[in-house]
Every structure is written in structure tokens, then in C-alpha cells.
């Protein structure tokens, strides 16, 4: 609404956002202090002095680098396959007449509201039937494509690439896959990295899946999972698993802090054409 | 010049049919059928047999109520208190990009870790939240244990990671908005209350429908947060499913006890009571907004 605002709205976000970090300060908070000194009661509330410590016993618990490093593999096929693709279907959608564009553009939109992840009994039986479980192939499968990705491309290249200029390139005896590279990609690159992002942390923090299609293998979020039952006892080890939860956030947060702005932009661009 | 269209949006369709819609279908397929758990193989057909048993199963029947219970703490007030978020957001604001940008933060965080940070919180014995209810003399609360607590604080790590996501989009929605209505509304008196109520939330309506059939489908497979935070090794939602939701319920029975059939045919009730409750969301949210406009 536009207006100066005072200091109670400046007041009620700093509330909103101190809260919204809180919980990553207490991970911090138990993940540096030693197991006997965690479950103490009243708990510690100021940062102690055995994270590194802590992290050498998730390092020692779990195989934390070659399940980073796996999920890094993963939400990196995915979001780049899922741009890829998202890019050409939303050029297509966006900038070409075809018959039966529309009622196709509606099933994408109608599969959006589809849980396709719900369908996990069929997808394990398919990968164990063509020996693809406990591999990295079978995890990124399911997310090679997605509705949202070519609902988001379309919507962006409607405006980004005027269709003045398609006809220009064409008119220059451009081919459609060269009018498609030197004109539409240009254009939709912003758009193409928002989409990459999103699909990568959509992939990178995705447990259900990677926990039915995965073994022995482990993506990061599967190797939380083990060290919080490693972490189980007569009392859990919260300084183990605090401290395994925040290192496993610490990408994602490098990642945000390099991109957070295109992020915000992101979901904002979506919302407002969504 | 004919063809070529279908080439560039075929790797979607293609892909989709094989990982998204054809698993879907099959599930329905496998929900009709015996599974011979022994042998490995798909048994006879057997009609509505699996649809009985899984709507006649108490634990899945206590799930489908988790289910609800949790998707409702979460998502009413996750709506209420972002679209209040965003209406703090939407004011000329010293170091905006800071602001939107921290609001964001829980986002970034896996559910993994969030349910394994808020466990840590709202821990029996040695919790924070227990702390404080003890310093101010409340009894502590038993969260992985008393069924309506567990969904409370599952509820809470839900719309920890959501609120600010959703405040962002509705932000987006209240910058849209024409800004000579709110000055016209302020020349016919209404006060800023007053231009909140009768001017911003009727024109971020489509947004509202979008955010929460979007949170529908969403809250209610959660899936994480229910499975994580039981700290028995069983890992099904609690000693006595006190919050195991449908979702986990598909997982137990299809992929840790191998009843596929019993997993599809509750897939498939998931899934249709998600269309449903998507639909009538649609239907409902409309109305309402109408009335205001």
C-alpha cells in the first residue's frame, strides 16, 4: 500500500524474520555444544565450542561427502534436463501455432494439480525391474521433466521474445532451430536460470523418493535420515544430528545467498502470471 | 514447418507419459490385483478387494484424520499470517530486497533438517518449548506422544518453511494492484484497515485460489516431517500412528511391507480425495471472494 511505514511495521517483520531464523540458531546452538551439554535442562542457549568435534563424528557416522556430492549429481541432470526441456515445449507453447495447442497447454496446466509422487509403488517396482535401484539414474528419473517448468517458460517467453522478431529472424531464412537459438534462448535466459534453481533445490531436498529408490546409495537428505537414527539411543544425540542437520544446510544456504535475489524474483514472477 | 512444433514440446510429453502418467495409471492398475508377496509377482484380479481393506483399515483410516488435522493447522493459519506478512512487505521499505530475502530463509532449509531441528525443539524431555512451558509454570507437553501436539509441532515445522515462501507471492499479487484504487478508496474515507479488507484482499483473490489449492495438493501428502519426527526406530508416525499421514501409510504398506496392491488402491484414494479437495478449494475460495467484491 505504498506509504512510509513506521516503526511497527519495521517492528513486526524484524519479529517475523528474528523467529523465522531462530530454529537455525538453535541447530547451531545444540550442533556446537557436546551431547552431555545438549540434553542438559535447561538447555544451552548461547553457541558452545565442539562443533568441530561434532562434525568429525557425522563425518566419522556417515559418508557425508559422497552423499553431498550425489545429490549435487542429481539435482544437477534434473534441473539442467528439466530446463532444457522446459525451455523448448514453453517456446513452442508461447511463440508457434499448432492444432491442438491449447487443449495440450491444459493438460500441462491440469497436471500440475496432479500428485504424480504418489505414485511410488509403481515407479519402485519399474526401477527394480530394470535393475535401476540404489542408483543415481533411478533418483533423477521421475524428475527429468516437469509441468510446472513448461507452465513457467511459456508464461515468461509470451511476452520476453516479441513475435516481431521471430518473424525478422525467419524472414532472414532463419530455420525454426536457428530462430529457436539465436532468438528465443537469448531472451529466455533469465528465466532458464530462475528455473534451473528451483528445480535444483526442489531436487536437491527431496527425501521421499531417494528413500524409496536408494539403498545403499545416499543423497544428503538420506544421510540425515541414517544419522538420526544413529543419533537414537536411551537419549538421542542431538549435538550429532543438530550438527549433521546444519552442515547439510550450509550449500543451500551459500546457494541462497548467491542467489537469493533471483530466487525472490522468481517466485514473484511465477505468482503474479500464476 | 508443420511438424516441427511437436518436436520441441515431444521430450516433455514423452517423459511425462513414462515417469508421471503412466506410473499413475499403472498404480490403479496394481490397486485392481492380489500381489503375491512370496513369488514376487502380481496375483489375480480382484476387483474392489484392496479398496475394502484399505478403507476399512483403522491405521488408515487414523492416517486420512492426521492427514486433515495436520494440512489444516498448517495451512489456515500459514495463509492468514503470510498474506499479513505480505501486507507489511508491500510499503516502501527500507532495504527491501534484505526483507524479502529473510523472509525466505526457512525456505532454503530441507525439510530433513527442519523436522530434525524442530524434533530437537519440541523434544520430551530436554526440549526448549518444554523449557519454557516448565519457566512459566505449564505442565510440559509430551509432543511425540499426545496425538493433537504432535500434529501441532508438525504443523509448525510445515509453516515454518512456507510462510514466507506464500508472502512472496502474495506481495507480488498486492503490487499488481492498481494503486488509484487505493487512492480512490482513501477520498471515499476508508481508512487503512478499512482499504485492506474492501480493496486489497478482493483483488489478490486469483492468488488466494492459487496459493491455497497449491497448498492443498502439497499439505496433504506431507510426508517428511510425519516420518522424521518419530524417534522409535519403527518410523511409522508414531507408536500408535498417532501422525502418520495417508502418504506415509502408502510407503509403509508398499515399499517396506510389500503390499502393493493395499499401497496403490490407498494411492489412489489419496490421490482422488487431493483432486476433490483441490476442486471444491477452487469452487469455495471463489465464492467467498466474490462476496467481498
Known amino acids: 500500500?505504498?506509504?512510509?511505514?513506521?516503526?511497527?511495521v519495521y517492528g513486526l517483520l524484524a519479529a517475523f524474520v528474528i523467529g523465522s531464523a531462530l530454529p537455525l540458531y538453535w541447530s547451531f546452538v545444540i550442533g556446537s555444544h557436546t551431547k552431555e551439554e545438549a540434553n542438559q535442562v535447561p538447555p544451552p542457549l548461547v553457541p558452545g565450542g565442539h562443533f568441530l568435534d561434532n562434525a568429525r563424528r557425522v563425518l566419522d557416522t556417515t559418508d557425508f561427502w559422497s552423499a553431498m556430492l550425489n545429490s549435487l549429481i542429481v539435482s544437477s541432470a534434473c534441473a539442467a534436463s528439466v530446463m532444457f526441456v522446459s525451455t523448448l515445449a514453453g517456446y513452442a507453447f508461447a511463440k508457434l501455432r499448432f492444432r491442438g495447442s491449447n487443449v495440450l497447454m491444459g493438460f500441462v496446466v491440469m497436471t500440475m494439480a496432479v500428485p504424480t509422487q504418489l505414485a511410488i509403488v509403481p515407479l519402485f517396482i519399474l526401477m527394480r525391474d530394470y535393475g535401476l535401484l540404489d542408483t543415481l539414474v533411478a533418483v533423477a528419473l521421475p524428475t527429468l521433466v516437469t509441468a510446472f517448468g513448461v507452465f513457467f517458460m511459456r508464461q515468461y517467453l509470451v511476452d520476453a521474445v516479441p513475435d516481431e522478431l521471430i518473424e525478422a529472424a525467419r524472414m532472414d531464412g532463419c530455420t525454426m532451430i536457428r530462430t529457436f537459438w539465436t532468438v528465443a534462448v537469448p531472451a529466455a535466459r533469465p528465466a532458464m536460470a530462475i528455473l534451473f534453481l528451483f528445480t535444483f533445490m526442489m531436487v536437491w531436498t527431496d527425501y521421499m523418493w531417494p528413500l524409496v529408490a536408494l539403498q545403499e546409495t545416499e543423497t544428503l537428505q538420506i544421510a540425515l535420515d541414517r544419522l538420526a537414527l544413529t543419533g537414537q539411543g536411551q537419549t538421542t544425540d542431538y549435538a550429532l544430528v543438530l550438527a549433521g542437520a546444519g552442515m547439510a544446510t550450509v550449500p543451500l544456504l551459500i546457494l541462497f545467498a548467491l542467489s537469493g535475489r533471483q530466487l525472490v524474483a522468481g517466485i514473484m514472477q511465477g505468482a503474479v502470471k500464476g | 514447418m508443420k511438424l516441427s512444433p511437436y518436436l520441441y514440446i515431444s521430450p516433455f510429453f514423452i517423459l511425462f507419459g513414462l515417469v508421471g502418467l503412466f506410473p499413475?495409471?499403472?498404480?490403479?492398475?496394481?490397486?485392481?490385483?492380489d500381489w503375491e508377496r512370496l513369488y514376487y509377482q502380481r496375483g489375480e484380479f480382484i476387483g474392489l478387494?484392496?479398496?475394502?481393506?484399505?478403507?476399512t483399515d483403522p491405521v488408515f483410516l487414523k492416517s486420512l484424520v492426521n492427514t486433515f488435522s495436520i494440512f489444516l493447522m498448517s495451512s489456515v493459519p500459514q495463509v492468514i499470517v503470510a498474506v499479513a506478512v505480505a501486507a507489511l512487505l508491500d510499503n516502501h521499505l527500507h532495504g527491501r530486497t534484505f526483507w524479502r530475502m529473510s523472509v525466505l530463509l526457512p525456505f532454503v532449509v530441507a525439510p530433513t533438517a527442519a523436522v530434525l531441528i524442530f524434533g530437537s525443539l519440541f523434544a520430551d524431555k530436554y526440549g526448549v518449548v518444554n523449557a519454557i512451558l516448565d519457566g512459566v509454570g505449564l505442565e510440559p507437553i509430551r509432543w511425540h506422544v499426545e496425538r493433537w501436539w504432535s500434529h501441532f509441532a508438525i504443523a509448525g515445522m510445515v509453516n515454518w518453511r512456507w510462510t514466507g515462501y506464500n508472502a512472496l507471492i502474495f506481495l507480488a499479487a498486492m503490487q499488481?494492484?492498481?494503486?488509484?484504487l487505493y487512492e480512490s478508496a482513501a477520498l471515499d474515507g476508508a481508512g487503512r484497515i478499512r482499504q485492506f479488507f474492501s480493496v486489497t484482499l478482493p483483488m489478490i483473490r486469483p492468488t488466494m485460489i492459487f496459493v491455497i489449492v497449491t497448498s492443498t495438493i502439497g499439505g496433504l501428502q506431507i510426508f517428511t516431517e510425519p516420518r522424521l519426527f518419530d524417534d522409535t526406530p519403527q518410523r511409522e508416525g508414531g507408536p500408535n500412528h498417532q501422525y502418520m499421514t495417508s502418504t506415509l501409510y502408502i510407503y509403509v504398506k508398499g515399499i517396506e511391507d510389500q503390499f502393493y496392491g493395499r499401497a496403490s488402491a490407498a494411492a489412489w484414494v489419496l490421490f482422488l480425495i487431493i483432486i476433490g479437495i483441490a476442486l471444491l478449494n477452487f469452487g469455495i475460495t471463489r465464492l467467498l471472494t466474490r462476496r467481498h467484491a
Request: hydrophobic share 40%; no cysteine.
Open chain 2, 24 to 33: 499413475l495409471i499403472y498404480t490403479g492398475y496394481l490397486s485392481l490385483h
Open chain 1, 1 to 8: 500500500m505504498n506509504r512510509r511505514p513506521g516503526f511497527v
Open chain 2, 49 to 55: 478387494e484392496n479398496y475394502r481393506f484399505v478403507l
Open chain 2, 176 to 180: 499488481a494492484v492498481p494503486r488509484d
